[in-house]
């Protein structure tokens, strides 16, 4: 099953994540790439995770591929001309593994990136 495009697939409740979208639609506008939040019904068919589970930028290439996190970033900028070092970059031993654990550590603390925390101030809990 063949695409005309890439879709990126993002979450559309996290505001750090509508954000880059915007910006991303700006530099990718003549590229092969359309958004998509998670949240749509065929995305989440296609996909098949719970809610609860969908914790990175997922990109479903042309071909069918399913490219997430930093693996993901590294696809999109190999389509951004002022961003493709980081591509090239990648393929250095060791550098997609360092590009991963800063890509989890983004995802994990997106939304309070943006300001989006709930800190339960109320909770009995004491760390």
């Not at 695409?3 to 509508?18: A, E, G, L, R, V």
């Not at 700006?26 to 098949?48: C, I, S």
């Not at 250095?92 to 989006?116: H, V």
Request: hydrophobic letters at 40%; charged letters at 20%; one cysteine or more.
């Amino acid at each position: 099953m063949g695409h005309q495009h890439h879709w990126i697939i993002f979450d559309s409740h996290c505001q750090f994540c509508q954000n880059m979208v915007r910006r991303l639609r700006g530099w990718l506008k003549n590229k092969p790439f359309r958004f998509v939040p998670y949240e749509t019904e065929w995305v989440k068919a296609r996909l098949k995770l719970p809610d609860d589970q969908f914790n990175e930028m997922i990109v479903l290439t042309q071909d069918d591929q399913t490219i997430g996190a930093g693996a993901a970033v590294v696809f999109i900028a190999k389509h951004i001309w002022w961003v493709r070092p980081l591509y090239w970059i990648a393929k250095l031993p060791g550098m997609m593994n360092a590009i991963e654990k800063i890509y989890r550590w983004i995802a994990r603390n997106r939304y309070c990136i943006s300001g989006q925390c709930q800190i339960d101030f109320n909770s009995d809990k004491t760390h």
